[in-house]
């Protein structure tokens, strides 16, 4: 029973150490970048051993790997939750999936600067690809029931595209809030990015064809 108990302890200081360094990595990362940031400071602001680090993540690229994975798991359920209560329309959508990457910036903060410091190492762009495609995916699942009435011929692609299309509109967004925080209208925004969303999606059957490989 007494080596059970111990044994349930180091699982449990093992799991709240890990929790410290993911936060403390988060936050530094977002803060300074993912290059500028070395495991001594992230260590230090965790309360921890430079050694606990390597012993729960292995390196510092599988730490971002996992920094990545868990704020992206709780962004994008997030929104699974969001367009499951909202409208039907495509602008409701993706109002309230702009609002969700607004109200908790870590997952497009981190994933900008990763995108934009570390173009040259392959396994920072690995994981940069890596969670953008699983972004594109989330956004696609989000908005395609919007896309119910489109002929089932391009029904596919123009879902596709629209998730293509809703990502550059929302990393727009982010900037723009980023950029102009204090003085930026979030609402005014938002109605001129969903407008500029629905006429590309009335426009869309002519969009389409013209975006298909030729045979």
Not at 26 to 32: A, D, Q, R, V
Not at 132 to 145: G, N
Not at 198 to 214: G, R
């Amino acid at each position: 029973m007494e080596l059970d108990a111990d044994s349930d302890g180091r699982r449990a200081r093992g799991a709240a150490s890990r929790a410290a360094i993911l936060e403390a990595a988060t936050s530094l990362f977002c803060g300074h970048g993912y290059s500028a940031t070395g495991m001594s400071a992230i260590a230090t602001a965790a309360g921890v051993h430079s050694g606990s680090i390597y012993h729960a993540f292995g390196s510092k690229q599988r730490l971002l790997d996992a920094v990545m994975d868990s704020v992206a798991d709780r962004t994008f359920a997030a929104v699974d939750r969001v367009v499951v209560e909202t409208t039907s329309t495509l602008s409701g959508r993706l109002t309230d999936t702009a609002r969700v990457l607004v109200s908790d910036p870590d997952f497009l903060r981190l994933f900008l600067l990763l995108a934009l410091e570390r173009s040259d190492d392959a396994d920072v762009r690995m994981t940069v690809e890596r969670v953008r495609t699983r972004a594109r995916s989330v956004v696609v699942a989000a908005l395609e029931p919007t896309l119910a009435g489109l002929d089932p011929a391009i029904r596919d692609v123009a879902a596709d595209l629209v998730g293509r299309l809703a990502l550059i509109l929302l990393d727009g967004v982010f900037v723009s809030q980023q950029l102009d925080s204090e003085l930026a209208d979030l609402d005014a925004t938002l109605a001129l990015v969903t407008g500029v969303a629905d006429l590309a999606l009335s426009q869309l059957t002519a969009i389409v064809p013209a975006t298909q490989p030729p045979p």
